[in-house]
């Protein structure tokens, strides 16, 4: 079963491998098989659930509603976000202006099938829109019930202080960030853990398998295996660009005798590898087949010993991004139409 952790400085607990929906729900898989996973992460021990109104355009909640139903509601944490365009992609429907934050949350609700969210997160950075509007619409729906929790996703260091500050100030909790993190993307290691430690923020973390290369299926000089997440435009292809040269490709393939030496595969070496960080609550991960998940959430609860991490660390230090400039890269520095 999987282990628990606390969301950031708060009595809240959520499930340390979350299943994601993000390029899988309405877009990867038929419904049918969304529901069947979903339904296998809830078998596993998974309670924790993310998602976003943008995913494939609103239709991936609507999913993940139906998967939910039935379910105990004080069983389930369940996260989803605002910022990207949705709906008819007019102008007030992006960005984190309170009109669209109060227009997202209600969508979001409807479309879950809930009366409330455990965390709403602000997606992105939002530079067109001034932070106390934003954080001041974040505690009104806090204060509303609609939201229990905080959080956002992708902030730098210097946004999450401005964040938390006017959090606190204005009596609600901003709990986590959730940004990209792997053994091969290690850019918030710089500012943002530091920060996020300093003001009881976790880090809830997409991609732990470097979109699937991490999982060494990926051979230097060979053709990407047909079906695979490198070939399907709608399954993030565009992330997955900057793992696929040949001199990364070579450095994973050394993980190999290190996962069995461990008496991991590869995915599991991946994903507890992120959780080893104190700063991070959540792993995300995804699935198209019930069976993935069943590989994966066999990472909760291991601890990687010093030798296999500083193993882990010569093999890809050479390859690894850790650049904490990247983290300011993120957000669009205008609305996307």
């Given at each position: 079963?999987?282990?628990?952790?606390?969301?950031?400085?708060?009595?809240?607990?959520?499930?340390?491998?979350?299943?994601?929906?993000?390029?899988?729900?309405?877009?990867?898989?038929?419904?049918?098989?969304?529901?069947?996973?979903?339904?296998?992460?809830?078998?596993?021990?998974?309670?924790?659930?993310?998602?976003?109104?943008?995913?494939?355009?609103?239709?991936?909640?609507?999913?993940?509603?139906?998967?939910?139903?039935?379910?105990?509601r004080e069983s389930l944490e369940i996260f989803t976000k605002v910022y990207w365009p949705i709906g008819?992609?007019?102008?007030?429907?992006?960005?984190?202006?309170?009109?669209?934050?109060?227009?997202?949350?209600?969508?979001?609700?409807?479309?879950?099938?809930?009366?409330?969210?455990?965390?709403?997160?602000?997606?992105?950075?939002?530079?067109?829109?001034?932070?106390?509007?934003?954080?001041?619409?974040?505690?009104?729906?806090?204060?509303?019930?609609?939201?229990?929790?905080?959080?956002?996703?992708?902030?730098?260091?210097?946004?999450?202080?401005?964040?938390?500050?006017?959090?606190?100030?204005?009596?609600?909790?901003?709990?986590?960030?959730?940004?990209?993190?792997?053994?091969?993307?290690?850019?918030?290691?710089?500012?943002?853990?530091?920060?996020?430690?300093?003001?009881?923020?976790?880090?809830?973390?997409?991609?732990?398998?470097?979109?699937?290369?991490?999982?060494?299926?990926?051979?230097?000089?060979?053709?990407?295996?047909?079906?695979?997440?490198?070939?399907?435009?709608?399954?993030?292809?565009?992330?997955?660009?900057?793992?696929?040269?040949?001199?990364?490709?070579?450095?994973?393939?050394?993980?190999?005798?290190?996962?069995?030496?461990?008496?991991?595969?590869?995915?599991?070496?991946?994903?507890?590898?992120?959780?080893?960080?104190?700063?991070?609550?959540?792993?995300?991960?995804?699935?198209?087949?019930?069976?993935?998940?069943?590989?994966?959430?066999?990472?909760?609860?291991?601890?990687?010993?010093?030798?296999?991490?500083?193993?882990?660390?010569?093999?890809?230090?050479?390859?690894?991004?850790?650049?904490?400039?990247?983290?300011?890269?993120?957000?669009?520095?205008?609305?996307?139409?």
């Amino acid at each position: 079963m999987v282990n628990y952790r606390y969301l950031g400085n708060s009595g809240f607990k959520v499930s340390e491998i979350t299943y994601g929906n993000w390029v899988t729900h309405a877009s990867q898989v038929d419904d049918s098989a969304a529901i069947a996973t979903v339904h296998k992460a809830l078998d596993l021990g998974i309670t924790t659930f993310d998602t976003a109104d943008t995913y494939a355009n609103t239709a991936a909640e609507v999913v993940l509603g139906k998967a939910l139903d039935g379910q105990p509601r004080e069983s389930l944490e369940i996260f989803t976000k605002v910022y990207w365009p949705i709906g008819r992609k007019g102008p007030n429907d992006v960005g984190l202006s309170r009109k669209h934050i109060f227009d997202g949350i209600h969508g979001s609700l409807k479309r879950l099938n809930v009366d409330y969210v455990d965390l709403y997160q602000a997606h992105r950075y939002d530079y067109e829109t001034p932070i106390e509007e934003t954080m001041q619409a974040f505690a009104d729906i806090v204060r509303q019930g609609k939201a229990l929790y905080i959080g956002v996703s992708e902030w730098t260091a210097e946004q999450l202080r401005e964040g938390h500050a006017l959090a606190k100030e204005l009596g609600v909790q901003l709990v986590s960030n959730q940004p990209q993190y792997s053994a091969l993307w290690r850019v918030i290691e710089g500012t943002v853990v530091p920060t996020s430690q300093a003001l009881g923020i976790s880090q809830i973390v997409w991609s732990p398998m470097a979109q699937g290369v991490l999982s060494g299926k990926y051979l230097p000089g060979q053709p990407v295996p047909a079906g695979s997440r490198a070939t399907d435009d709608k399954s993030g292809a565009n992330f997955i660009k900057r793992f696929m040269e040949d001199d990364v490709l070579t450095a994973v393939q050394k993980l190999t005798p290190i996962a069995a030496e461990a008496g991991l595969s590869m995915p599991q070496l991946a994903i507890a590898w992120v959780l080893q960080n104190p700063n991070v609550a959540a792993a995300l991960v995804g699935a198209s087949r019930p069976e993935q998940l069943e590989d994966n959430v066999k990472a909760s609860g291991v601890v990687l010993d010093a030798d296999t991490m500083a193993a882990i660390d010569a093999a890809l230090s050479p390859v690894a991004v850790t650049d904490p400039q990247e983290t300011y890269k993120v957000s669009p520095a205008a609305r996307p139409a």
